[in-house]
């Protein structure tokens, strides 16, 4: 990549990974949600305190979900399974993205932040729900093209309809 | 049209409960019929013992957090002195909520409305422009401070009523007290509340909730997709140490047993199919000079305690409090925390959150296939054509009066004991909890009867 790369392309870049993210999801092809994750890539969902800020320290605090790529690979075979009660039928969704503010200086890195509003519909009690969520992406140049290495979802409504996993936020 | 009001013998309809027969059966109306939550609403959660939260929570002066006992906000706060207290969230004025968050740290508690001051042990400071306000000495003889509910703290573990008369808190928990010991004495420093707490509401019942908490019976059917990840992470792993207590998970071995206590508490217990991946093991030799092999051992395996009506500390991998508020009859919100010994080393707290994480948050890889459980109970029990249900009755060939070897080792003396093989998935655990429900559903209608017709 050019060191003179223009914000332009840095947006540009951004939003097609976001957007390919969200649409994996929307089209329920988790493997190649996965495949947007680079190997050692980070995927977190923060708690709030009861006093009312997020939680920063995964190591010390408590997360929704804190999962390396392997254990997002373990999510999706647990809802392709069947096996899963909350996961079968599994909820449609439709992920809105939306206010995508990219940063790169041209070093192989993009910090990307989005605001994501995810729309599930559990299909067994025909109910929907909405996740509104901060989201940050940590993006990475590798020889297959852009990866996230570190995706991080504030929930901004942290009052959970009944269940929450990778594909409803 | 109304539904009939219920009557003292459509309480005692609701268990069918005749040991002598070998039988036991739980009326499928217990999770269903808005009369029974209004009772249980009046004369369980607003007229017994309600768990509220820890002293851990609020260690210093003036740190408060906010709650519910039965329908009716409260504040539970530290004051000034370093007592605890716990007084009604509603302005004396007219009735305004005066706390707004969940929890904090406040001197004072202002009612923004017309703007009367409490301070942290609930007292009136101010009502605002009294001299100019013409009030009478009537007004002036009233006391204006928040209403004081009753307190009960064993250990750090904070309870409240809204009912003055109930029995002390030591008498209500009774034995309990020893498995609230086996948490508390992990550490010599106590326990603490990792940060950050889950919120959550499911579509069911209470006390669907209530019966998981102590239902081994589910746990293969309801957990294969998470038991299926664990055993294939156990297949993965490169070398000895295990990084879940369910590796090794081989029914054969492992032998659970379960504890009825007066006053609806009941307990599970287990053998941990591989306990070295307990964070407390890495200290294992330390705890069991302080607090002796039999305590050690009881620490080590899976406890699941449900304090009735309205928490569970479930620890197996991790340690989660789990406090519920009922909301109406199909429909629970659960508060949910990860609870720590304090002064766990770091390496050891990160893998305890995690664990915790996978486990127990609603988010996670099993407790959202519960609470699916609890939506499918809920919504397949509609029709009063159906009288009972046929889930109570697992273990009553095998349950005990009183306690048994293993209890003994406790010292406890529970109501009832059982123990066998895991897949026994005994469910004699639940017929003193719902004893104890009927008793004080019964005993209310009645004191409502008696008030009517007074
Ligand atoms: S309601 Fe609180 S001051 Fe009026
Ligand atoms: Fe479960």
Known sequence: MSPEMMSADVQTIAQGVLFEEARALDEQRFHDWLALYAEDAVFWVPAWTDEGRPTQDPETELSLIHCTRAQLAERVGRVEGGRSLASTPLPRTAHVISNVLAEGAGDGRIFVRSVALTHAFNIKRRETTLAYALVEHDLVA?????????KKILLQNDYIATMMDFYTV | MQPAPLRPADIDALLDDRPADGVFRVSRAAVREQAIFDLEMRHIFEG?????????????????????????????????????????NSCRHRGALVCHRAAGNARRH????????????????????????????????????????????????LFGSLNPDVAPIEAYLGDVRALLDLIVDQSPDGLEVVPGVVRYVYNGNWKLQLENGTDPYH???????????????????????????????????????????????????????????????RQIEALRARVGEARAKWMLYTRNLSIFPNVQFAENAALQMRVWRPLSPGSTEMTTYCLAPKGEDRAARAVRIRQYEEFFNPSGLATPDDAAAYEDCQAGNVTPAIDFH???ARGMAAVRRGGDEHAAELGLNPSTSIVGAFEMGDETVFHETYRTWRELLRKGLERDLAGESA
Do not use: M
């Open chain 1, 142 to 150: 590798t020889g297959a093209g852009w990866r996230i290495a570190r």
């Open chain 2, 219 to 281: 746990f293969t059917s309801t957990h294969p997709s998470y038991i299926q990840i664990l055993g294939e992470r156990g297949k993965k792993a490169a070398s000895g140490g295990h990084t879940s207590i369910y590796q090794n998970f081989n029914q054969k071995s492992i032998s659970r047993g379960a504890f009825c206590f007066p006053n609806g508490h009941a307990a599970i217990w287990g053998e941990t199919p591989s306990s070295d991946a307990r964070p407390i093991f």
């Open chain 2, 48 to 88: 017994s013992w309600v768990f509220l939260g820890l002293a851990c929570q609020i260690p210093a002066p003036h740190d408060f957090f906010t709650t519910r006992i039965g329908r009716q906000p409260v504040v539970v706060s530290r004051d000034g002195t370093g007592q605890i207290r716990c007084f009604i």
């Open chain 2, 390 to 392: 046929q889930g109570y």
């Open chain 2, 110 to 157: 202002a009612c923004q409305y017309h703007g009367w001051v409490y301070d942290s042990a609930g007292a009136c400071l101010d009502v605002k422009d009294e001299k100019q306000g013409a009030y009478t000495d009537a007004f002036r003889a009233e006391d204006h401070g928040l209403v004081q509910v009753r307190l009960g703290d064993y250990r750090g573990f």
